[in-house]
């Protein structure tokens, strides 16, 4: 019997890597030049920590959903790889869209 595709949390996902990709976006091209541009250290800081969580979040996102979408391992090491690189989130949503095309 093959398992079901979990579309709401595939959706879910989507949604945390768009956001988490916009973080990493936020604090290199907003949080750093301040920081470096304008003497304000506190950007960095901030823009950080709610990107650390978000990143946090998306591996375990990653991590669930390799069992619940279910999504092949490959997938899932792309989505935690793309995590780490700016602009990567959004080339993972790509197969992620694709996956959930799939399944409809």
Known sequence: MEKQIDLIFLSRLRILGMIEGISTLLLFFVAMPLKY?????????????????????????????????????GLMLAGIFGAIVPFGPFVVDHWLKKTEKEAK
């Open 37 to 73: 541009m304008a003497d304000m250290p506190m950007a960095v800081t901030l823009f950080g920590s709610v990107h650390g969580v978000l990143f946090m979040l998306l591996f375990a996102f990653f991590l669930t959903a390799r069992d619940r979408v279910p999504i092949s391992f």
